[in-house]
């Protein structure tokens, strides 16, 4: 039976290398597309929706860009990160929007989480930050994101930086239109099919030939509605439960809106809204509304780019009360205590 059984296989992995070859001989394997706009391209997590395609840009179109200058290998503004971390580090990882990603500033250096690894390092922490802030996110897909990528890292801090737009769905269109995109290549997007066995054409001939007029194309409403509800409790409910299975602390970080005048602030019940939410799950949290309140009456730099996004001098004020609460309140253990524990 076992020589039988041998004899079955080996003949049924002889006819389907002749039926690959007979497919691609004849090409009647549909292309399956990358699809993508700029910096962003579909992701095959619908909960996560679009994801940062690698990418080095030096145009002068912004649009679907962002920035300009290279992402690193994952498409994030951000420097490469061994997987592995080194003994001894206090190792962040920020999930954010187009505020971690730095909307409007022109150096990665000067957008928090760099200035964030820069004054915690000053100040004796031995501490390396990873960026996986992506324009147009919401709590859902920040958190997703850090499940997917994230924990590989093995974080000791995950840090949120929380905006007024995190209950809603504000990505400037970019799932809207990398959608249409798919729906006008026909619905064969690289992004909805296994990434091993879209390279044979015998499996693209089956799943978009055979099989597709069975079934019902894909409704782009469907992926839409995933990341267009408020996901904010939710979500932290969620991120509390990676934290206590991965072992992290979570530090929630508000940042208000840019408005002339703080004393007039017209937001402040968002915030207590997401002060609230973070007490009721354990997580630590820093309201920026005061820092930036401080350091707009330290200088006359602008605080803001627009009324959404930090300038540069907006950034750094922002990672120095982050390093601030980090060292004073979460206070890391020193890097001898933590390899050794």
Request: charged share 25%.
């Amino acid at each position: 039976m076992i020589k039988k059984l041998g004899l079955m296989l080996a003949g049924l992995a002889l006819a389907l290398g002749a039926a690959e070859v007979l497919v691609r001989a004849v090409g009647a394997a549909p292309k399956v597309y990358v699809i993508r706009k700029g910096r962003f391209q579909l992701s095959r997590n619908p909960k996560i929706a679009y994801e940062p395609a690698p990418l080095a840009y030096h145009g002068r179109e912004l649009s679907f860009y962002d920035y300009l200058g290279a992402s690193n290998s994952l498409g994030y503004r951000d420097i490469e990160h061994e997987v592995a971390k080194a003994p001894g580090v206090y190792r962040i990882v920020v999930i954010g929007d187009s505020i971690g990603q730095g909307l409007r500033v022109e150096r990665y250096a000067d957008i928090f989480p760099a200035v964030l690894e820069r004054t915690l390092t000053a100040r004796g922490l031995r501490a390396e930050v990873i960026n996986l802030s992506v324009s147009g996110y919401n709590t859902q897909q920040e958190v997703e994101t850090l499940r997917e990528r994230g924990l590989r890292y093995r974080p000791d801090l995950v840090l949120l930086p929380y905006t007024l737009s995190n209950r809603e769905h504000m990505d400037g269109d970019i799932l809207k239109t990398l959608l249409e995109a798919e729906r006008q290549k026909g619905g064969m997007s690289g992004a909805r099919t296994n990434p091993y066995l879209v390279k044979s054409a015998l499996y693209r001939f089956v799943r978009f030939r055979v099989l597709a007029p069975r079934q019902p194309p894909a409704d782009p409403q469907k992926y839409l509605d995933l990341v267009s509800s408020d996901t904010v409790a939710e979500y932290f409910g969620v991120l509390e439960q990676l934290s206590r299975r991965h072992h992290f602390d979570v530090l929630v970080a508000v940042f208000p809106r840019i408005v002339r005048n703080f004393g007039y602030y017209r937001f402040a019940d968002q915030h207590a809204f997401a002060r609230d939410l973070a007490s009721r799950h354990g997580f630590h949290f820093l309201d920026l509304i005061e820092p930036f309140s401080r350091c707009r009456g330290a200088s006359p730099l602008p605080l803001g780019v627009d009324n959404f996004h930090p300038s540069a001098y907006g950034h750094r004020c922002a990672a120095e009360a982050i390093a601030q609460t980090i060292l004073a309140e979460i206070r890391p253990r020193p890097p001898a205590a933590a390899s050794a524990g």
